[in-house]
């Protein structure tokens, strides 16, 4: 369901563009402000990440607004209630993101299901390999949701033909090692590295960590389908603020 979602919009825009936000942070008011304007300036999908103490693939300004979200109290009950609410308001796909201790302290089960009944789409647990994964995806296949794994530029062949076999929606690709946030280079190694993915797979390819511009996104128009854009939208929320997202957002698309 989630991939066929994608394929519509591909046949209106050469690229889609999801972003990244963690709920509760900087408020869980300022969170739906966030998702507001964003889906007002036409993302095509959304990631609604749950804090957690130990997000390992976060570089520091993600790593800041989970700490600071869960300073600020935030649950995971309540990560569930955001979910529910901005999947009924926005006329977009959401998913998840966040970490395996979360669903296996709240429960695997009893966590994908009300996945399922707040409308979510999917899910990105990037520290669940799918050799463990067997609950999960179970669950997941019960709910008719989707398990977005991750491919990274060191995966080998064999790796990205597994991964293939037990994802859905799309895949994530990861567009170098290391944390969200740092500098990626947009070079030929990146376009090879998507022509590898693009073999072993033939589910949509979504390409973050580094994405920052509407130069980086040019570059991926033709290798991957979806841009993914987290860090930077946080760093000018802290900068300018909410409102400053909705002209950003518009001037990658054009």
């Known amino acids: 369901m989630l991939e066929s979602h994608i394929r519509s919009r591909l046949k209106e825009k050469k690229i889609l563009l999801m972003t990244h936000i963690v709920i509760g942070y900087p408020s869980l008011e300022a969170s739906l402000e966030i998702v507001r304007t964003m889906v007002a300036a036409g ?3 959304m990631e609604l990440q749950i804090p957690f103490s130990e997000p ?3 570089g520091p300004v993600i790593l800041k607004a989970n700490q600071n979200s869960l300073a600020g109290g935030v649950s995971v009950a309540q990560c569930l209630e955001f979910g529910r609410t901005v999947a009924r308001e926005f ?5 998840y993101m966040t970490y395996y201790n979360i669903l296996f302290k709240y429960g695997v089960d009893r966590f994908v299901d009300e996945m399922r009944d707040a409308g979510l789409k999917g899910s990105i647990v990037p520290d669940l390999p799918p050799e463990e994964a067997d609950g999960y995806l179970s669950a997941m296949q019960r709910n008719q949701l989707s398990p977005i794994f991750i491919y990274s530029p060191t ?3 064999a790796r990205l033909t597994a991964i293939a076999k037990v994802a859905d929606g799309f895949v994530y690709c990861v567009a170098r090692k290391g944390v969200t946030g740092d500098q990626t280079e947009f070079s030929q190694s990146l376009d090879a590295y998507l022509a590898r993915c693009r073999t072993a797979t033939g589910l949509p390819l979504a390409l973050g960590f580094g994405v920052k511009d509407k130069s980086d996104i040019k570059f991926l128009e033709g290798k991957a389908d979806i841009a993914v854009i987290g860090t930077q939208a946080l760093r000018l929320i802290e900068t300018e603020g909410i409102a ?3 002209p950003f957002i518009r001037d990658l698309q054009t």
């Open 43 to 45: 993302v095509d999908l």
């Open 155 to 157: 995966t080998s062949e």
């Open 56 to 58: 390992i693939a976060d």
């Open 244 to 246: 400053a997202l909705g």
């Open 91 to 95: 006329p977009i796909p959401f998913l």
